[in-house]
């Protein structure tokens, strides 16, 4: 079975604090996604990647960055929490090829005071 | 990008079948039809997909109408463990999944 591990189930914050969300893969995927998730908002991608040092900006890029070093391992980087940051950040990965089979982990969620 | 149309919520007998509609009239031709769910405070879980014709696997059967502007996802025998927020989402290999308000199911014991 497809594995994706996030670093942290739930996490605390404050304002202007550097913030980093990690997620693993053990499936050898070349396609890694961040998400956040927010009550009536449904999911929106904040970043993807399709390689290592590979990314592509999603729909609510703004106020974060993300790394790729090692293509089991993607970063989300959170330069200087805001509290409207405060969400569900779910982390998927999928194989090369088209599929929109996602393979999601389990969700941090960050709440920044 | 096609739109759905799902009901908001829908309850089951535990044991009995689950039958979640989704109406997507939009969809392209190269447009799969994907279902996840998402049980409370867990990330979403991939359950099945198809193109035309209809799928079956361990965990769900997916029923899709000829013209394509329809799709039903059956869960035959359902149980507690299967109340969940259940998504229909079309998909087409671009990575860009967009999850809707989805069909909150409840299974009742």
């Known amino acids: 079975d497809v594995k994706v591990t996030q670093s942290s189930r739930y996490l605390v914050k404050r304002t202007g604090e550097k913030v980093f969300l990690e997620c693993v893969q053990d499936?050898?995927?070349?396609?890694m996604f961040w998400y956040r998730q927010d009550p009536g908002l449904g999911l929106r991608l904040i970043y993807f990647s399709y390689d290592v040092k590979m990314k592509e900006k999603g729909d609510i890029p703004e106020g974060y960055s993300v790394s790729r070093e090692k293509k089991e391992r993607f970063s989300l980087i959170l330069e200087s929490a805001s509290t409207n940051q405060t969400s569900m950040y779910l982390c998927?990965?999928?194989?090369?090829?088209?599929?929109?089979?996602?393979?999601f982990g389990p969700g941090t969620r960050l709440t920044v005071l | 990008d096609a739109k759905t149309t799902q009901p908001p919520s829908m309850d089951c007998a535990e044991g009995r079948a689950a039958n979640l509609p989704c109406n997507h009239s939009?969809?392209?031709?190269?447009?799969?039809v994907y279902w996840y769910r998402q049980i409370h405070s867990q990330g979403p879980q991939y359950i099945i997909h198809?193109?035309?014709n209809n799928e079956t696997n361990e965990m769900a059967s997916l029923i899709i109408t000829e013209d394509r502007k329809s799709s039903t996802l059956i869960l035959p025998h359902a149980t507690l463990r299967d109340t969940a927020v259940y998504y229909c989402?079309?998909?087409?290999?671009?990575?860009?999944?967009?999850f809707g308000k989805g069909t909150k199911l409840s299974v009742i014991p």
């Open positions: 499936m050898d995927h070349e396609n």
């Open positions: 998927a990965s999928t194989p090369r090829g088209g599929t929109d089979t996602q393979y």
């Open positions: 939009t969809i392209s031709g190269n447009e799969y």
């Open positions: 989402i079309p998909g087409a290999g671009s990575y860009q999944l967009t």
């Open positions: 198809g193109l035309k």
